[in-house]
């Protein structure tokens, strides 16, 4: 099968040579910033072990351009079929070391035969993160329809083909290995009076309790919430307080999902990061970027410094001893119609790691003290100093000892991968997804 050209047969060779190249330049910028940490009392050897262990999870859904309900634009060699999105989250994660889990969406890619996918995720070192259930859309062969909700709609009829659907899912999902399901809502109103707001709370509420019998003791349920679109009036899980609410009710393997381009402009989201950590319910991240609403721009691209913010909560709640909340999973959310897909997910991981090394660089017995004192001044110096720390080198460095490549997106380029891809698999192949 040819679609393996790039990903698995990655010479280690082609890594080094570009490594070799940009060693003289790295090794300075590495030096000057493992001695300034070592200076300040950073222990450089354990944050590039933490640098080294954080891996994000690629959604199945990103891997082809993303269209806008306007158009779509396609850059040429899609992956169109489940194997070939295979193939190019191992190409990722073979360039960075970062991005060792796949997250799928069912039914946009349903394995035909799980055991040989599995297999073929392990030839490229990938493991399956959580599976994705989708009744926001009605399927080709499906007889009810979801235009007026799914897990929430008024007719019984087509709440039970909704979880069931859902149950499919994490069947699925327990085939691969996967441990988690993630359920987004598109349930909601376009009009005021519509809908009767407690009863679409409640029958979801229901429908959920039936999906969470159906979860096996080892997994997890995501609950993802998201104030508006594709409905304008109303949603029915449009917060985070719902979202807690639903997973309060429903037990202990549910969990509050966030989605940073899931909130109303200027939300606080570091704060409800805190929050769900402090009441050990924050489950799974969807990251990307938005300037307006649910925009799915690459992670980092438009507010980094918010970015940064909620990795000093996440990694806060992370190293706490006393956290009850267990390890939140890591996946990309973001898909748009300009930048070369794989380029795209390239610096996402990389804009996550630099947030994630910043917040590490944070001094916590500092800013606890400057915070006590009511000191506000200093306590936006000690964030700010790390925040304006460049990290790369870091970053560089850890990836450079895990068999990686020093810049990411230098690589792919030189290799030409999208030019063989489209060689391989043509201009007008179309992906599944968004
Ligand atoms: C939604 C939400 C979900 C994603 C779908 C495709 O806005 O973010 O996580 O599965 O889009
Ligand atoms: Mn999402
Ligand atoms: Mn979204």
Known sequence: MTYKFLSMKLDKQLIQDHNKKLHDKHQSGFSFIADRLTTEGHDVERILAKIAALQIAIPSWALGTGGTRFSRFSGGGEPGSLEEKIADVGLLHAINRSS???????????????????????????????????????????????????????????????????????????????????????????????????????????????????????????????????????????????????????????????????????????????????????????????????????????????????FNELVYGMEDPASINPPPAWMIDASHNVKDPLEDLLQSVEAIKLAYTQALLVNKEELEAARENNDATQAQEILQHAYRTDVRPLIAEARRRAGAALHPITLFRNLNVRKQLIQERGLKTVSTGL
Request: hydrophobic share 35%.
């Open 100 to 310: 060792g889990a796949i997250s799928l969406h069912i039914p946009w890619d349903i394995p035909k035969d799980a055991k040989a996918i599995k297999s073929l995720a392990k030839e490229y070192d990938l493991v399956f993160d959580a599976v994705n259930s989708n009744t926001f859309q009605d399927q080709a062969d499906q007889e009810l329809s979801y235009k007026y909700g799914s897990l929430s709609h008024s007719d019984k009829a087509v709440r039970k083909l909704a979880i069931e659907h859902n149950v499919d899912v994490i069947k699925h999902g327990e085939l691969l290995g996967s441990k988690a399901l993630t359920v987004w809502l598109a349930d909601g109103t376009c009009f005021p009076g519509q809908q009767n707001f407690r009863k679409a709370f409640q029958r979801t509420l229901e429908s959920l309790k039936e999906i969470y019998t159906a979860l096996p003791d080892d997994w997890q349920m995501f609950i993802e919430y998201k104030p508006y679109e594709p409905y304008f009036y109303s949603t029915v899980i449009q917060d985070w307080g719902t979202s807690h609410l639903l997973a309060s009710k429903l037990g202990k393997k549910a969990y509050c999902l966030v989605d940073l381009g899931h909130h109303l402009p200027n939300t606080n989201i570091e704060q409800i990061v805190a929050t769900l950590m402090m009441e050990g319910k924050l489950g799974g991240f969807h990251f990307n970027d938005s300037k307006y609403g649910d925009d799915d721009l690459t992670v980092g691209s438009i507010k980094p410094y918010q970015l940064f913010l909620i």
